[in-house]
C-alpha cells in the first residue's frame, strides 16, 4: 500500500533543494508525496509532477539586518517560519483517516509535527538535517557562532555552555509560543528548545555523509547516515551566451557568491572586486540583487544573476561562498578549493570543516576586507589544497544516498510504537544535557 508522505520544509533554496530531492525519490518509489514549502519556491518546484502546497512566508525578512547575525540570526529565522508552520497541522489533520502518513521535516517543523502526533497518533515523525551544526553537541568541533570552544574545555563546561545559549538566545524566542501550543494539545511543555526538540522524531536522517561530520555520541537515535543529495531543479540549464563567452576568453575565473538569500552583500563584492584586481584574476560575480554590485565592474569581472553550480564549477579556479552548506557540498564534488566567508547560523561550522579537510580556507565576514581576501585566495591555489580536492572529490563516486533514505522512511512506516515515547512523554529528548 503506498505511503502518503508529508514533506515539510523552510528557508531559502539550500533548505528546499535537499528535501525536494527526497520528495521527487518517494514519489519515484510510487508513493504519495505532499510537498509544503515557502510560496516563493514555486518556480522551482513547478514542472517536478509534486502535490506543491505554498506556505506563506514574508520576504522582507531578507532585508533584516538581524538575519545574519551570529547569534540574533535564529530569532530572525524562527520568527519567519511561523506563519507557514501554522499550516501544516491543519494540512496534516484534514488527511483521510485511513492513510499510513509520514512526516518527513525541517527540525524546525518539529514542534508542530508533533502537534499532529497528538490527533493522529499513528503518524511517524522523521526530522531531515542538512548540516551538521543543526544538530547540537558538546563534542569537537563546538562552536558558538564564529567562536570555537578550545578542545579542552571538560564537557561539563560544555553543557554549562550550551544550556547558557539555550537560554540567552533560543528558549526567550521560541519556548512560550511552542509551549502554549503543547499545553493546548495535552503535551507536556518543554524545559528547553534545544535540549528537547529533538527527541521529538521518531527517527532523524543526516543528509551529510560521516566522512564530512561523523556520528556525535550525543546525536539523537535512532539516526540514518546519507550522503549530499546534491539536487538542481535544471541541471541541463545551458550556460547564457555571455558566460560562456566570458569563460572562453581567458584563464579560469574565481567565482563569488554571498547566498541566494543574501541581500545585504554589497561590501563583500565591493572587497571581491578589489581582491581580484589586486591579484590580476578574472571573476564571476553571483548574485539575484544586481543592486548589490559595484557600479564599476572592470572587464575582468561579470556579473551573473543565477548560475548552476554544478555547470559552472568545473570551470572556475576557486569559489569564494557564505558556507551554506548546498553550495559548499558542491564545490565539493567538483573538486573546487573554497574559500568561505560564514556570517552565521550553520556557516561557522560548515567552514571549520572545509578547512579541517584541507579543501579551503576560511575567513569571518565581519573581517572581510580587499587585503584579507587576497591573501586567502593566494593559499587555494596551493597544490596540497589541489590534492585534497581531488581526493574528496572521489569520496562522490558511490551509489545514489536517496536510495537507502527511501528505504529506510519506507520501514519506518511500518514500525510499531515510536522509540522515544518516554522522552516525548517527558518533553526530553537526546541533545546536550
Not at 36 to 65: K, N, R, T, W
Not at 86 to 91: E, Y
Not at 113 to 119: E, K, P, T, V
Request: hydrophobic share 50%; aromatic share 8%; net charge positive.
Amino acid at each position: 500500500m503506498p505511503i502518503h508522505f508529508v514533506v515539510v520544509t523552510i528557508g531559502s533554496a539550500g533548505d528546499l533543494f535537499p528535501f525536494m530531492a527526497t520528495a521527487l525519490a518517494l514519489r519515484a518509489a510510487g508513493h504519495r508525496v505532499s510537498f509544503l514549502a515557502p510560496v516563493q519556491h514555486a518556480p522551482f518546484v513547478e514542472g517536478s509532477g509534486l502535490d506543491f502546497i505554498g506556505l506563506p512566508a514574508d520576504e522582507a525578512v531578507l532585508y533584516d539586518p538581524d538575519l545574519w547575525h551570529p547569534t540574533r540570526g535564529f530569532g530572525v529565522v524562527w520568527r519567519a517560519t511561523r506563519p507557514g508552520m501554522a499550516r501544516v497541522v491543519p494540512f496534516v489533520n484534514a488527511l483521510p483517516k485511513d492513510e499510513q502518513v509520514v512526516l518527513l521535516v525541517h527540525p524546525l517543523a518539529l514542534p508542530e509535527a508533533d502537534l499532529c502526533r497528538a490527533i493522529r497518533p499513528t503518524l511517524k515523525v522523521a526530522a531531515a538535517y542538512l548540516a551538521p551544526q543543526n544538530l547540537p553537541t558538546v563534542y569537537d568541533p563546538l562552536l558558538v557562532g564564529p567562536w570555537r570552544v578550545p578542545f579542552w574545555v571538560p564537557f561539563a563546561a560544555r553543557r554549562a555552555l550550551w544550556r547558557w545559549g539555550a537560554r540567552r538566545f533560543v528558549d526567550p524566542v521560541a519556548l512560550p509560543e511552542v509551549n502554549a501550543a503543547r499545553i493546548a494539545r495535552g503535551r507536556v511543555p518543554m524545559a528547553s528548545l534545544l535540549s528537547d526538540l529533538f527527541g521529538l522524531a521518531d527517527l532523524s536522517v543526516t543528509l551529510f555523509p560521516e566522512w564530512f561530520a561523523p556520528t556525535q555520541p550525543d546525536w539523537p537515535k535512532p539516526i540514518l547516515r546519507a550522503g549530499f543529495p546534491l539536487f538542481d531543479p535544471q541541471p541541463d540549464a545551458p550556460l547564457s551566451p555571455e558566460l560562456a563567452a566570458f569563460l572562453a576568453a581567458g584563464p579560469a575565473p574565481v567565482a563569488f557568491t554571498h547566498g541566494t538569500g543574501n541581500t545585504q552583500a554589497t561590501a563583500y563584492f565591493g572587497a571581491a572586486k578589489d581582491a581580484v584586481v589586486q591579484l590580476g584574476l578574472r571573476a564571476v560575480f553571483l548574485s539575484a540583487h544586481r543592486d548589490q554590485m559595484p557600479a564599476d565592474l572592470p572587464p575582468a569581472v561579470l556579473w551573473q544573476a543565477y548560475v548552476p553550480l554544478r555547470r559552472l564549477l568545473p570551470q572556475v579556479a576557486a569559489l569564494a561562498h557564505h558556507g551554506g552548506i548546498g553550495t559548499t557540498a558542491e564545490a565539493l564534488r567538483a573538486g573546487t578549493p573554497q574559500l568561505v566567508v560564514p556570517l552565521a547560523h550553520d556557516q561557522f561550522d560548515n567552514a571549520a570543516r572545509v578547512t579541517a579537510l584541507g579543501v579551503g580556507a576560511s575567513l569571518r565576514a565581519d573581517r572581510v576586507n580587499a587585503a584579507r581576501l587576497a591573501g586567502k585566495l593566494a593559499q587555494l591555489s596551493d597544490k596540497a589544497v589541489a590534492r585534497r580536492c581531488a581526493a574528496v572529490r572521489a569520496r562522490f563516486d558511490g551509489g545514489d544516498p536517496m536510495r537507502t533514505v527511501v528505504e529506510r522512511l519506507e520501514a519506518l512506516a511500518g514500525e510499531g510504537s515510536h522509540v522515544a515515547e518516554q522522552a516525548r512523554a517527558t518533553a526530553g529528548g537526546n541533545g546536550p544535557q
